[in-house]
């Protein structure tokens, strides 16, 4: 019996919790902020890449791929010199960018913008969103390093 009324005083305890919920999701909210604001502070953006490992010489199997995307998906809106279409140019990107923070910028470009202050910078700039491209993170990193080939890397 004693074993019942617990029960029955957890599940009115549970149950208290519900009205709660918005109490919960600020303290997961704060959470979230302040582990963005560290990510954000190494300059590596927001988002699953946490770490890339960059190889000399180049991928060199990446390398077409890489291009292959940008023709399908970016060409319309970067150039590979340093002029600004509607997005900048990619020219330099590599030595100006962690790369962590390149992948991040293409596969979770609407919290990039939301919230990365140098991707907020460039939007400030170009004055349109980059899109959601539905790049995967491999392609991403096929794309990246494309990118440090045009950018003179061996
Ligand atoms: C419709 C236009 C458009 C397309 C298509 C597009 N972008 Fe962008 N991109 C932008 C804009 C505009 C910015 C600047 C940030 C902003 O305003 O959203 C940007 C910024 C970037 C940046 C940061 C550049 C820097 O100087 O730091 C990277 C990296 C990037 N885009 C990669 C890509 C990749 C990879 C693709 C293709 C898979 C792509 N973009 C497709 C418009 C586009």
Redesign the pocket.
Known sequence: MKNLISVIILAILFAACGPERPKVEEGNGANEENAVAENANEGKGIGQVKEVTLNTPLEQDRIPRGKA??EM??Q???RLDDQRV???G?KD?TK??KPEW?MN??TN?DVM?ERDE??QK??EL??????N?N?SLGD?RD?LEFMRQNDGEK
């Open positions: 995307i940008y998906k970016c319309a809106c970067h509607v997005g900048p990619w990107v100006k960018r390149i910028m293409i470009v913008l140098e991707a460039l939007l170009c004055l349109t969103r980059m899109p491209q790049v991403a794309v």
